[in-house]
Each structure stands twice: as structure tokens, then as C-alpha cells.
């Protein structure tokens, strides 16, 4: 495997993320943010944010299966939720938790941010997912 997570002594624990990740290889993957839409574009779950969740994440996988790479190849995770409030925090990791081993999603997650913004570009969508990954 070319990607080791792990949180050193140190960084608060428990988090649902590692705090670091090493990676070794030279072929680098790129998932641009994935929102909770089907192939032919139609919304899953609106306003549920667990919903939304668990379908950009499936749609990771799917980005990250059709580089030749999974979530085990994957150096860090960005969340974009719109009009972001800690309390929403459940509702993130029901969606993530939902679907971690239907994606192969080890938990805790790789390096992981969660950004808050006003808004995504359109209405429903209240998450999008990005990844890096690292291939050897």
C-alpha cells in the first residue's frame, strides 16, 4: 500500500479522522467534490444531510474505483456543508458511518477537513466530498 494513516502522540484523540497521512508513489488521483446525485443527475436525499453524505461518498468511491484506487489509497478528505453548525456534526459522521464499509471506507477516516460555506452550486446540495489519493 502506498499510503499510511496515523495520528502521533500527541494530537487530540478520539477524532474521526487520522491527523497524518505518508504517502509513497507517483501517480497522483484527484476526485473533484461529489455532491448526492445519481448517474443521470437526480438529487438523492434531499435536505438530509446523513443522506447526502453517504451518496457523494459512494460517488468517491466510484471516482476513486474508475482511477484504478480506493479509499485505502486516499491521502485526505475534504467536506464542504453548507451553512455549517457543530450540531450538524451527528448528522455528518450517520452519513460517513452508513456507508464506510459498503466503500471500503476505514474508520478512523484519512486526513479529513470540514469547511462550512454559504452555499454549494445549487440549493439542495448541502455536502460535497473531494479526495487525493496516491498510487504507486
Do not use: C
Request: hydrophobic share 45%; no cysteine.
Amino acid at each position: 500500500m502506498s499510503v499510511k494513516h496515523f495520528t502521533p502522540a500527541g494530537l487530540p484523540q478520539p477524532t474521526p479522522y487520522h491527523h497524518v497521512a505518508i504517502g509513497t508513489g507517483t501517480t497522483q488521483v484527484h476526485v473533484s467534490g461529489q455532491v448526492a446525485r445519481l448517474a443521470d443527475g437526480t438529487p438523492v436525499a434531499p435536505g438530509d444531510l446523513a443522506g447526502q453524505v453517504a451518496q457523494a461518498l459512494r460517488n468517491t468511491a466510484l471516482g476513486l474505483t474508475g482511477a484504478g484506487a480506493s479509499f485505502a489509497d486516499v491521502l485526505r478528505l475534504t467536506f464542504y456543508v453548507t451553512r455549517w453548525s457543530p450540531e450538524k456534526i451527528s448528522d455528518l459522521m450517520a452519513g460517513v458511518e452508513a456507508v464506510a464499509d459498503e466503500i471500503g471506507l476505514q474508520l478512523p477516516m484519512p486526513p479529513a477537513s470540514l469547511i462550512g460555506v454559504d452555499y454549494l452550486f445549487e440549493p439542495d446540495v448541502l455536502v460535497e466530498v473531494e479526495a487525493t489519493a496516491l498510487l504507486d
